[in-house]
C-alpha cells in the first residue's frame, strides 16, 4: 500500500505541531529536546570545554552537572540563559563569525568562549 | 530620615511605633520590663545600654539540590532558634542570598517567615543570587525602599552605627565582588561626622577581605572601605556567602562569615571547588546556623556567638 505524498506531508505536519506543543506546555527546560552539537558541561564550577571552535550556523548546548545553579551569559549580551539547576540546559546558535566570551554571573570566575570561525 | 543615614535611631523608632507591636522594653536595651508603644520617642531615647541583634544568612530559598531537599525545612528551624532567644534581638540582619537563583516568590517567602520572629525590622542586603537575573531590581523593590544609591544603607541603633554595603551588583566576567566608587564615596561621607569611639558594624554579603580569592571569596575593593574604618576604635565586620564561620582579627576590626541555614560549601581550598557541599542528614543541622551579636556600652568588642541547628 502506497500513500501518496501529499498525505504523507499532512501527517508529518501534524507530528511536527504535537512536538512543538509537548515543547510548549513543557515547564521544565531539561526535558525540552536537546538539539544536536557539541555540548558544553558544567561540573565543579566550571564549564569543561571552555574553549570550543564551531563553524558558523553551529547550535552549542549547555548542559548544568552541579548541584548549584549556574548561568551562560555572554560579556557582550550576545546570549544570557537563565539560571541553570541540575540537568537543565541552554542552547545558542551561533551564525555569525567572531569570538564569544561567556562566564556565570552567580560564580564569575566560570568562564569559557566560543569561537565560531568557516571550516575552510 | 536623614539621606546620610538611610535610617536613623529616630526613624527607627518612628517606624518601631508604626509597627504597633513592638517590644519597646528590647529598644531601650534590656531593661527587665515592657512598655506600651505608647512611649514617646524621647522616653526611649534613654542613654543606650545593652542590646542584641541576629545576623541571618544564605537562606537560599527555593534552593532544592542534594546538599539539602528541604532548605524551606531548615530556614523554619533557624526561625524557631531565633524565637527562643533571651533576651529577644532587637533586630535582624540578613546578609544576603535570601533567595536561591531568583525563584519566584522566595522573596515574599523569606520576608513572611521572617516576620513570624517577632521584632520590628529585618535589613537585607542582598547577595548575588537575589540580583543576578535583573541586576536587582526586583530587590530594590522589595526591600530596598528610600535608600540611597542602589541599596546601600546605614543606620544607628544603641550607640551603635550600622552600615549595610551591597557588593555583588557588578559581578562581572572573571571579577569578584565589589563595592565600585558611588558607594566607596557614600561610605566615605557617611561615617565621616562620626566620633571615634562610635562601634561600627559594617554587613554585607560577600566577604570584605580576602578569604579565598580563587574561589571569588573577596570584595576587590573591600581594603579601600576598610581604609575609611581604621580610625574607629571598634569595627565588627559581618559577611556570608560562604557558608561557614570564619574570623579573622585585624586592628581594631574584626571579620566574621555567618553560617547559612541551607547547606554548608567547603573549606577554602578543602575541595577542587566552592558549592553546596553534600553531609549526612545527620550531620546537616550541625554545620547550618545562626548568629546572635550583642553589644554592652563600655566594651570594646561586641559579643559574636553563632548557633547551630543542631
Known amino acids: 500500500m502506497s500513500t501518496s505524498g501529499h498525505g504523507k506531508w499532512r501527517t508529518l505536519a501534524v507530528a511536527a505541531i504535537a512536538v512543538l506543543l509537548l515543547g510548549a506546555s513543557d515547564p521544565a527546560p531539561a526535558q525540552a529536546p536537546v538539539p544536536a552539537g557539541p555540548r558544553v558541561e558544567i561540573h565543579g564550577e566550571s564549564y569543561d570545554t571552555p574553549d570550543l571552535t564551531v563553524t558558523p550556523g553551529t547550535t552549542v548546548t549547555w548542559v548544568n552537572r552541579d548541584d548549584d545553579t549556574h548561568t551562560v551569559t555572554s560579556t557582550t549580551d550576545v546570549f544570557r540563559s537563565p539560571g541553570l539547576d541540575t540537568d537543565e540546559t541552554f542552547s545558542y546558535t551561533f551564525t555569525q563569525p567572531g569570538t564569544y566570551t561567556y562566564f556565570c554571573t552567580l560564580h564569575p570566575t566560570m568562564t569559557g568562549r566560543v569561537v565560531v570561525r568557516s571550516g575552510s | ?310
Request: aromatic share 10%.
Open chain 2, 1 to 310: 530620615m536623614s539621606d546620610r543615614h538611610g535610617v536613623d535611631r529616630r526613624g527607627f523608632l518612628q517606624c518601631m511605633a508604626w509597627g504597633g507591636t513592638g517590644l519597646l522594653w528590647s529598644v531601650v536595651g534590656g531593661v527587665p520590663s515592657s512598655r506600651g508603644i505608647g512611649a514617646t520617642v524621647a522616653e526611649a531615647q534613654t542613654p543606650a545600654s545593652a542590646f542584641s541583634f541576629v545576623q541571618i544568612s544564605d537562606t537560599h530559598i527555593g534552593f532544592k539540590g542534594e546538599a539539602n531537599r528541604d532548605a524551606m525545612a531548615t530556614f523554619e528551624t533557624a526561625i524557631a532558634r531565633i524565637k527562643a532567644l533571651t533576651p529577644r534581638p532587637a533586630f535582624l540582619i540578613h546578609t544576603g542570598d535570601i533567595s536561591h537563583a531568583q525563584k519566584p516568590g522566595a522573596f515574599d517567602v523569606a520576608s513572611e517567615a521572617l516576620k513570624a520572629v517577632g521584632v520590628e525590622r529585618v535589613f537585607y542586603v542582598p547577595g548575588e543570587h537575589d540580583v543576578f537575573a535583573d541586576g536587582g531590581t526586583m530587590f530594590l523593590e522589595r526591600f530596598g525602599g528610600g535608600r540611597p544609591g542602589r541599596g546601600w544603607q546605614s543606620f544607628d541603633y544603641g550607640g551603635v552605627h550600622f552600615v549595610g554595603l551591597v557588593n555583588v551588583l557588578s559581578y562581572k566576567s572573571g571579577k569578584i565582588g565589589s563595592l565600585g566608587t558611588e558607594q566607596l564615596e557614600w561610605l566615605e561621607r557617611d561615617v565621616s561626622g562620626l566620633t571615634s569611639s562610635t562601634p561600627i558594624v559594617v554587613f554585607a554579603h560577600v566577604p570584605l577581605w580576602a578569604v579565598y580569592p580563587q574561589w571569588g571569596w573577596v570584595t576587590e575593593d573591600g581594603a579601600q572601605a576598610l581604609t575609611y574604618l581604621k580610625r574607629f576604635g571598634s569595627v565588627t565586620v559581618l559577611n556570608g556567602h560562604i557558608h561557614q564561620i570564619m574570623q579573622k582579627v585585624e586592628g581594631n576590626v574584626t571579620f566574621h562569615t555567618a553560617r547559612s541555614t541551607a547547606f554548608p560549601q567547603p573549606a577554602p581550598g578543602a575541595a577542587p571547588s566552592p558549592g553546596p557541599m553534600k553531609v549526612s542528614p545527620e550531620e546537616l543541622p550541625g554545620v547550618l546556623g545562626v548568629r546572635q551579636v550583642t553589644y554592652a556600652p563600655g566594651t570594646e568588642r561586641l559579643a559574636v556567638v553563632d548557633s547551630s541547628l543542631a
